[in-house]
């Protein structure tokens, strides 16, 4: 199984650029997100589609852009890169918990993108 | 909203050793998932154990279990018979289900285990 698969695995950005990183699921799963990883700072969510057609901001959103294209993918666009966005970026997917109790849920990861701006 | 503080933010230990990694969390709700998170130096998510806050029993997974202490708001991995591949990153993560689609993780620092041969 793929699982989450991210693209690109690695980009070297200039300041001022735009650039989109692309992500896929195939488990059927509702909910995507966007995290961002910095040294120190663990694992923070951009942005996140709880379902196709629906995005909302997480905790630092500022200076990004996320599109949920359908049901298995949810990109995430640098309108106009800066050195602040280097980070490691990674996609997430997770089954949508409706109303009730749901155990099993879990939520994967893809395997990161390395973002470098200069 | 919820807060994850890890407060080591490294640790080691010795080959066949038991090691144990400290988390804390902050919450008003009294239904909620906690998780630990590997990650190897590959930097892949790797989960290695989840907690449902309704179970009082702590959960278990081969050499991996923790100490949920649901008052305190503590929740503690415990690593026994530690191993070279342990050696990775470890973040604890906190998930409120009952926010309907809503649902997404709040994770810590992380605390980077090193274990020695």
């Known amino acids: 199984n793929a699982g989450v698969t991210q693209t690109p695995k690695f980009q070297v950005l200039k300041t001022g650029q735009s650039m989109t990183l692309q992500c896929a699921q195939d488990?059927?799963?509702?909910?995507m997100y966007w995290y961002r990883q910095d040294p120190g700072m663990g694992l923070r969510l951009i942005y996140y589609s709880a379902s196709e057609g629906t995005t909302d901001k997480g905790e630092v959103p500022n200076g990004y852009n996320v599109s949920r294209l359908n049901k298995r993918e949810f990109s995430l666009r640098l309108e106009s890169a800066a050195p602040s966005q280097t980070s490691v970026y990674f996609c997430?997917?997770?089954?949508?918990?409706?109303?009730?109790?749901?155990?099993?849920?879990?939520?994967?990861f893809g395997e990161g993108s390395w973002l470098t701006v200069v | 909203a919820q807060t994850v503080t890890q407060s080591q933010p490294e640790m080691s230990v010795q080959e066949a050793e038991t090691v144990t990694l400290s988390c804390t969390y902050d919450t008003s709700e009294s239904n909620y998932y906690l998780f630990w998170y590997k990650q190897p130096p590959s930097r892949q998510m790797i989960l290695v154990i989840r907690q449902e806050a309704y179970k009082q029993q702590n959960a278990t997974e081969n050499r991996f279990s923790v100490n949920f202490q649901k008052a305190a708001k503590s929740f503690s991995l415990k690593i026994s018979d530690s191993q070279l591949g342990d050696t990775a990153m470890y973040f604890c993560?906190?998930?409120?289900?009952?926010?309907?689609?809503?649902?997404?993780?709040?994770f810590g620092k992380g605390i980077t285990l090193s274990v020695r041969p």
């Open positions: 993560a906190f998930m409120n289900p009952f926010t309907g689609a809503n649902s997404k993780l709040t």
């Open positions: 488990m059927n799963h509702n909910s």
């Open positions: 997430a997917s997770s089954e949508e918990l409706g109303q009730g109790y749901a155990p099993g849920n879990t939520i994967y």
